[in-house]
């Protein structure tokens, strides 16, 4: 049993290793000197590490709305979250220009907490048996949300700077200095960590969990801050990035079950390394050119998804 | 203790319950029954503070529920509601040791892991520890549900139908662990039963509820009679007696119902047969 997370410990290692080898520019890492020095330091670890922390943040972030909505088939990035930071970034944007990032981004992650509180409104009034209409309330909340930023984008005349968020995620260009937010996002995903075991007793219902004495509210409000923040930073640093903060929970949860205080660290290990490994598959296909790491997404991701949806369905 | 005064209660515009006033005694099986309808689960359900008060009053050991703090409440009562089949995956064990939860917050000292171990003794649960509660059968994740709920170790357990989803062997068991989580622990059970003879051989104390009044209350003997079921139900209903406790009949007087199909020929038996 004790082989299994050192084998998966190492994996992520020489992905990481990969990572930081491989780019546009020629370095020698074992010979090292003043310009693998510089390349290292300003480009390669930065992109290496803001994709390990969206990779990991997008996992947890998905595990959190899946156990608050209590359904396997939704994510950060089909809850209409994102969308709703774009929007809310776009209008902080309009209405004070000038403002400094850090009110941007509470702009953007009050807009998602906003959208996100839509949707769990919206699943509650669901029937619980009808498994599927959950996310497909998402995907149109989602499309709802985002044609309204397009909209509004285009008669501001903003469409190419809101393409970056809404359009396919990508770490091209991250160096230093323009992507520290993201540890914002790993805190988050670190106090999702720490209220593990509410947000698994949440997932067994309102009954339960008020019988044990917890304050379903608090754990909601909680549970949506943690998605909310999460998918604003990610959005508005290096975009929409699809699939990660849908599969990986799933997968996890299908080999170690819902104790999500022994999951959660395995399921952000997972994100990151899935991102990581499909954002270097970006790299090296043409290299020098890239693909962008949400192109891989879609396609790996999908294929996942379609596995996921037609293995038996354990529960209901 | 639990004093309910004054309880009023309507879903919409309907009323479920009017004005109920009850106590109930500790360290007694208590039975709640009713026809459909009658608002047992709904009583229940305020009780557990399931659902929000809208008038009266619900004291529980001298802690009233409107002023309480739903932590502190969780170490006075245990509660197990309808709707125990779940998409979670857990194990077994895992489930349990959640009803701990209210003493440790996430910290299970020694006695914790103590309690989830007797409970799942007492649930028959050993073998199934390591399993997930969505690859057993739906009474054994009844079961696991209430082991739960045991291992809260509170001195009230109020229980909604637990015995829905179990067969007669599992519904026998699971009334017999009450009557001994009653008789040898001294833990006070509030209980919703559907089928009234599993009431007649284990309860204590019974009230029967219907159109959200309380029709009749106190000792089974009492309450378990021909006049009080056929009122109650609006059936007519014979009850014996069995080891000295009631024992409803259900297919006698059957005759008296009416039957909305017309009789078969023999004709048609025949081919049926």
Redesign the interface.
């Known amino acids: 049993m004790n082989a299994r997370p050192l084998a998966a410990g190492l994996a992520l290692a020489l992905l990481v290793l990969a990572s930081l080898g491989t780019g546009a520019a020629r370095i020698d890492l074992a010979a090292g000197g003043g310009w693998t020095t510089l390349v290292l330091m300003e480009s390669r670890l930065p992109r290496t590490l803001a994709v390990l922390l969206t990779g990991a943040a997008l996992a947890v972030a998905g595990t959190v709305i899946q156990s608050l909505v209590r359904n396997r088939f939704v994510g950060p990035d089909t809850a209409g979250t994102g969308e709703s930071a774009a929007l809310g970034l776009l209008g902080i944007t309009l209405l004070a220009p000038a403002a400094p990032i850090w009110i941007k981004m509470v702009a953007a992650s009050l807009a998602a907490m906003a959208g996100t509180a839509l949707f769990l409104a919206i699943v509650r009034r669901l029937p619980v048996r009808e498994v599927m209409l959950v996310p497909i309330a998402g995907l149109v909340l989602s499309g709802i949300i985002g044609s309204v930023v397009t909209w509004i984008a285009w008669e501001a005349d903003l469409l190419q700077f809101v393409g970056t968020w809404l359009g396919s995620g990508e770490f091209s260009g991250v160096i230093a200095g323009r992507y520290e937010l993201l540890w914002i996002a790993g805190a988050a995903a670190g106090l999702a960590w720490f209220a593990a075991d509410r947000f698994a007793i949440l997932s067994l219902g309102d009954g339960v969990a008020i019988g044990l004495g917890l304050s379903t509210r608090g754990v909601m409000r909680l549970g949506m801050v943690v998605v909310s923040v999460v998918s604003a930073l990610v959005v508005t640093t290096v975009g929409m990035i699809p699939f990660v903060g849908l599969v990986v929970p799933n997968i996890v949860a299908r080999i170690m079950g819902d104790n999500l205080r022994a999951s959660i660290p395995v399921v952000a290990a997972g994100g990151a390394g899935l991102l990581l490994a499909c954002d270097l598959l970006g790299r090296i296909v043409r290299h020098p050119y890239e693909i962008p790491v949400g192109t891989i997404l879609g396609i790996a991701g999908s294929v996942i998804f379609l596995w996921l949806l037609y293995r038996p369905v354990s529960h209901g | 203790m639990i004093r309910i005064n004054g309880l009023t209660h309507r879903i919409g515009a309907t009323p479920i319950l009017h004005d109920i006033d009850l106590t109930l005694p500790r360290g007694k099986l208590i039975a709640l029954i009713g026809p459909n309808g009658a608002g047992k689960s709904t009583l229940l359900r305020l009780v557990?503070?399931?659902e929000p008060l809208q008038a009266g009053r619900i004291e529980i050991d001298g802690l009233d529920l409107a002023t309480t703090?739903?932590?502190?409440?969780?170490?006075a009562m245990?509660?197990?509601?309808q709707?125990t089949h779940?998409?979670?995956?857990?194990?077994v064990a895992?489930?349990v040791g959640?009803?701990r939860?209210?003493h440790h917050?996430?910290r299970p000292r020694a006695a914790d892991r103590e309690a989830v171990e007797q409970a799942l003794d007492a649930f028959g649960l050993t073998p199934l520890r390591h399993r997930?509660l969505?690859?057993i059968s739906g009474g054994q994740a009844q079961r696991a549900?209430l082991a739960?709920?045991f291992a809260?170790g509170t001195d009230w357990l109020l229980l909604d139908e637990p015995l829905n989803n179990l067969d007669m062997a599992h519904s026998r068991t699971l009334m017999a662990r009450l009557a001994d989580l009653v008789g040898a622990r001294g833990r006070s059970v509030l209980t919703v039963v559907h089928e009234v003879n599993y009431a007649a051989a284990w309860a204590d104390h019974i009230i029967a509820m219907k159109d959200g009044r309380i029709v009749a209350e106190g000792a089974p003997e009492t309450v378990l009679t021909e006049p009080v079921l056929s009122a109650l139900y609006d059936t007519p209903i014979e009850v014996s007696r069995h080891d000295d406790r009631p024992l409803v009949l259900h297919h006698h007087w059957h005759d008296q119902l009416g039957s909305p199909f017309p009789k078969p020929s023999d004709d048609t038996l025949r081919v049926l047969h």
């Open positions: 557990a503070r399931l703090g739903t932590e502190r409440l969780a170490l245990a509660v197990m509601g709707q779940v998409a979670s995956r857990l194990r895992e489930l959640f009803g939860w209210p917050h996430g997930f969505d690859e549900h739960m709920t809260q």
